[in-house]
């Protein structure tokens, strides 16, 4: 694979992303003034169930499709017949998790919710080979187009019902259109046939690659969404509503600069499996550009948490704005760390994925669990914030010492001045007042603050020029 084609699947990846990206974010800005935040917080529950599930939906087999160019149609169709029954399981599952949420969560909202959303694990389940088909093939600007539409569309549905008061159905009408909306344009594109199949056959087909892909999947997802669970029990419906939209902002400057070049790197990255130097040439390079963009990303979202929260969603949020705070001291080590994963599957060592895995889960369980014991949400989201920073340092040790052959400490000489710049900020910034008390006025200053701070730091340190080469980083040399 040439690096040109890189280049050109990232800008189609870019397009779907920011595409998807800010269709979702003005119709999540206009739902957030339609919808209670209790709400959004059985709708998180709902979300991490469907997650959950979507991980028995995939299993691999979209991994094992991109991984394996060369794989037959037969055993494409076998693998799409194995998940379609695999969906039709995880439909009825579905239904049956119901039990158990409203036990837990004391509100039988979740028998109904339950079972309007089983047929979406069924088509996520579906469309898995499918969408692999695709990536597989660097189809990238169909699939770009694919995600905004359907963004669209299902977006607009939704925000029709929320006007008329349909409420936490509004949001769970927007995922099943979604999902059906998907199958059917994937069907169109790649119309697989249901064969038969042996068990057998297609666990050899996912073989050892897949299987650590798969319990490092398990442990990533409980590792991401168990402080979304354990809220919504020990804190309720509303608290975890200012959570998840928290979280959500958190997430964002992350998905922006690092989903557009993790989403295609993965079928590329395998080419220099065998040339540890040249990856991590390459791999330095990325972390690089990231790590300059995740530290004015950290500063803004930082310093202007509230009037963000406020300014996007509106004053009844605005208690979220200090979960936002907590969360962001760990932007630029998150950003840094995505993209780690398509190095790891690139080199095939799914089982150091695994073990970062454990370890990853390990210190997540021990951040939520010391909020939870202190009754407070703020503590809880404060040491998941410093539980990413820990993992962003576990994870490359694993990743360069150990799997490369790299030192880690010629990584982190090259990267920590940045982080070391950001932290101080936000240190100092807590000494700064509220003195504008209108939000929108408020962020557009402290964003010049953060932008005036940011320019003079990479003026003394020389780094203007190379941030404008690093933009460059995946064009032929």
């Given at each position: 694979?040439?690096?040109?084609?890189?280049?050109?699947?990232?800008?189609?990846?870019?397009?779907?992303?920011?595409?998807?990206?800010?269709?979702?974010?003005?119709?999540?800005?206009?739902?957030?003034?339609?919808?209670?935040?209790?709400?959004?917080?059985v709708?998180?529950?709902?979300?991490?169930?469907?997650?959950?599930?979507?991980?028995f939906?995939?299993?691999?087999?979209?991994?094992?499709v991109?991984?394996?160019?060369?794989m037959?149609?037969?055993?494409?169709?076998?693998?799409?017949?194995?998940?379609?029954?695999?969906?039709?399981?995880?439909?009825?599952?579905?239904?049956?998790?119901?039990?158990?949420?409203?036990?837990?969560?004391e509100?039988?909202?979740?028998?109904?919710?339950?079972?309007?959303?089983?047929?979406?694990?069924?088509?996520?389940?579906?469309?898995?080979?499918?969408?692999?088909?695709?990536?597989?093939?660097?189809?990238?600007?169909?699939?770009?187009?694919r995600s905004?539409?359907?963004?669209?569309?299902?977006?607009?549905?939704?925000?029709?019902?929320?006007?008329?008061?349909w409420?936490?159905?509004?949001?769970?009408?927007?995922?099943?259109?979604?999902?059906?909306?998907?199958?059917?344009?994937?069907?169109?594109?790649?119309?697989?046939?249901?064969?038969?199949?042996?068990?057998?056959?297609?666990?050899?087909?996912?073989?050892?690659?897949?299987?650590?892909?798969?319990?490092?999947?398990?442990?990533?997802?409980?590792?991401?969404?168990?402080?979304?669970?354990?809220?919504?029990?020990?804190?309720?419906?509303?608290?975890?509503?200012?959570?998840?939209?928290?979280?959500?902002?958190?997430?964002?400057?992350?998905?922006?600069?690092?989903?557009?070049?993790?989403?295609?790197?993965?079928?590329?990255?395998?080419?220099?499996?065998?040339?540890?130097e040249?990856?991590?040439?390459?791999?330095?390079?990325?972390?690089?550009?990231?790590?300059?963009?995740?530290?004015?990303?950290?500063?803004?979202?930082?310093?202007c948490?509230?009037?963000?929260v406020?300014?996007?969603?509106?004053?009844?949020?605005?208690?979220?704005?200090?979960?936002?705070?907590?969360?962001?001291?760990?932007?630029?080590?998150?950003?840094?760390?995505?993209?780690?994963?398509?190095?790891?599957?690139?080199?095939?060592?799914?089982?150091?994925?695994?073990?970062?895995?454990?370890?990853?889960?390990?210190?997540?369980?021990?951040s939520?669990?010391?909020?939870v014991?202190?009754?407070?949400?703020?503590?809880?989201?404060?040491?998941?914030?410093?539980?990413?920073?820990?993992?962003?340092?576990?994870?490359?040790?694993?990743?360069l010492?150990?799997?490369?052959?790299?030192?880690?400490?010629?990584?982190?000489?090259?990267?920590?001045?940045?982080?070391?710049?950001?932290?101080?900020?936000?240190?100092?910034?807590?000494?700064?007042p509220?003195?504008?008390?209108?939000?929108?006025?408020?962020?557009?200053?402290?964003?010049?603050?953060?932008?005036?701070?940011?320019?003079?730091?990479?003026?003394?340190?020389?780094?203007?020029?190379?941030?404008?080469?690093?933009?460059g980083?995946?064009?032929?040399?």
């Amino acid at each position: 694979m040439s690096e040109i084609s890189i280049k050109q699947a990232t800008i189609y990846n870019a397009m779907s992303k920011y595409g998807t990206m800010i269709v979702q974010l003005g119709l999540t800005m206009v739902l957030s003034r339609l919808i209670l935040p209790e709400a959004f917080g059985v709708i998180a529950i709902i979300t991490v169930v469907l997650g959950f599930l979507n991980l028995f939906a995939d299993m691999g087999l979209g991994i094992s499709v991109i991984q394996h160019p060369d794989m037959s149609k037969d055993d494409i169709n076998k693998l799409f017949t194995f998940s379609f029954v695999v969906g039709l399981l995880l439909a009825v599952f579905t239904v049956a998790l119901s039990v158990p949420l409203v036990s837990f969560y004391e509100d039988e909202v979740y028998y109904r919710l339950c079972a309007l959303v089983a047929p979406v694990s069924f088509f996520n389940a579906v469309n898995v080979v499918p969408n692999a088909i695709l990536t597989r093939d660097k189809r990238f600007k169909t699939i770009a187009l694919r995600s905004i539409i359907c963004a669209v569309v299902s977006g607009i549905v939704a925000v029709a019902l929320a006007y008329i008061g349909w409420g936490v159905y509004a949001l769970i009408m927007q995922s099943i259109i979604s999902a059906l909306f998907l199958f059917f344009w994937n069907y169109s594109l790649s119309p697989l046939k249901l064969i038969g199949f042996k068990t057998k056959n297609v666990l050899s087909l996912l073989g050892r690659y897949s299987l650590f892909q798969i319990l490092f999947n398990f442990l990533n997802y409980f590792t991401r969404n168990l402080d979304h669970l354990l809220i919504g029990k020990y804190f309720g419906s509303a608290s975890l509503g200012y959570y998840n939209k928290s979280y959500s902002l958190y997430l964002y400057p992350n998905s922006i600069f690092t989903s557009v070049i993790t989403g295609v790197l993965h079928p590329f990255i395998r080419d220099y499996k065998n040339d540890y130097e040249r990856m991590y040439e390459k791999y330095l390079q990325i972390e690089k550009f990231l790590s300059l963009i995740g530290i004015i990303t950290m500063m803004v979202t930082f310093f202007c948490a509230t009037e963000i929260v406020v300014v996007m969603f509106g004053k009844n949020w605005e208690p979220a704005g200090i979960y936002l705070k907590c969360l962001s001291i760990c932007m630029w080590s998150q950003m840094i760390s995505a993209v780690s994963g398509s190095v790891f599957l690139g080199l095939e060592r799914t089982d150091q994925i695994f073990k970062c895995g454990l370890i990853n889960l390990a210190l997540l369980i021990a951040s939520i669990f010391i909020g939870v014991f202190n009754n407070s949400l703020t503590l809880l989201a404060l040491c998941v914030g410093v539980s990413y920073n820990l993992i962003f340092l576990i994870t490359n040790y694993i990743l360069l010492n150990k799997t490369m052959q790299i030192s880690v400490v010629k990584f982190l000489r090259v990267l920590l001045p940045d982080a070391l710049f950001a932290f101080t900020f936000c240190g100092v910034s807590l000494l700064v007042p509220s003195f504008i008390e209108i939000s929108i006025l408020s962020l557009i200053v402290k964003v010049a603050i953060c932008i005036v701070a940011y320019v003079i730091y990479l003026s003394l340190t020389g780094q203007i020029r190379s941030l404008i080469n690093l933009f460059g980083l995946v064009k032929k040399k």
